[in-house]
């Protein structure tokens, strides 16, 4: 319950960003703008189950079906320095072959100032790796299979991501954009799919927030 509540209030100001600010012209072509709250409030209540429920199956599973459960401070102690520079990697080949090219096709996905920026690794940290705690636990508790597992909670993401090109309206054919975006959301994530796997939750969390900060970076030339 705790968990599910501090993923809701972590995914907020991201959730503001975009429904109010950063997508408003979208959201306001398909709901008017007495709506809005009662459309932020519904998401915010899918977040709250969403996280309740990968946060109880991550708990009850995580460790028992093989994996690594939430990892431990001292992991990140002696790690950090190595998920740091792995992150830094990572996120600059993001956007040399993505960001810089998508940026003047989705711009409202990336914030104007800090805060907003901010609010995104933020996002990632509590809620989308609580899913990830969750989903993996819940497949490998079905079919017993870790690397079928995390390519299958990868595609979720994927899937995800396909459904946000659409939503903002960006035309899917099968352009370099597209293909590139598709391939680097299956990457990372199977990337972090292994760490949480191998060395645990927060250090798959903490790779995530080093990956997301590079959106700070569109603060200062947007």
């Known amino acids: 319950m705790i968990l599910s509540l501090v993923c809701t209030i972590a995914s ?7 429904s109010l600010i950063g997508l408003r012209e979208i959201v306001l072509r398909d709901y008017p703008l007495k709506f809005i709250p009662a459309l932020v409030f519904t998401q915010l209540f ?11 199956f ?8 093989g994996l690594s459960g939430l990892g431990s401070l001292q992991g990140i102690k002696e790690g950090w320095w190595r998920l740091l520079i792995f992150g830094v990697i990572i996120a600059t080949i993001t956007y040399l072959i993505f960001d810089r090219y998508f940026f003047n ?25 609580t899913i990830r705690f969750g989903m993996i636990a819940l ?22 991501s396909l459904k946000s090109f659409a939503f903002i309206g960006f035309r899917l054919s ?26 645990g939750l927060l250090q798959s969390a903490f790779l995530h927030v080093i990956i997301d900060l590079r959106f700070a970076i569109f603060t200062f030339i947007s």
């Open 58 to 65: 991550g708990f009850a599973w995580s460790e028992k079906y």
């Open 105 to 129: 096709k989705g711009r409202g996905y990336y914030p104007h100032n800090l805060f907003w920026a901010l609010s995104i690794p933020l996002n990632s940290f509590f809620f989308k790796e």
């Open 46 to 56: 899918q977040i709250f189950i969403t996280s309740f429920l990968c946060g109880m």
């Open 12 to 18: 907020f100001p991201n959730l503001y960003h975009l």
């Open 139 to 160: 497949s490998q508790r079905l079919i017993r299979n870790l690397p079928l597992s995390i390519f299958i909670v990868s595609l979720f993401f994927v899937s995800l």
């Open 174 to 199: 099968w352009n370099y954009l597209l293909i590139t975006g598709l391939v680097l959301t299956m990457i990372i994530n199977l990337i972090l799919g292994y760490i949480y796997a191998k060395k």
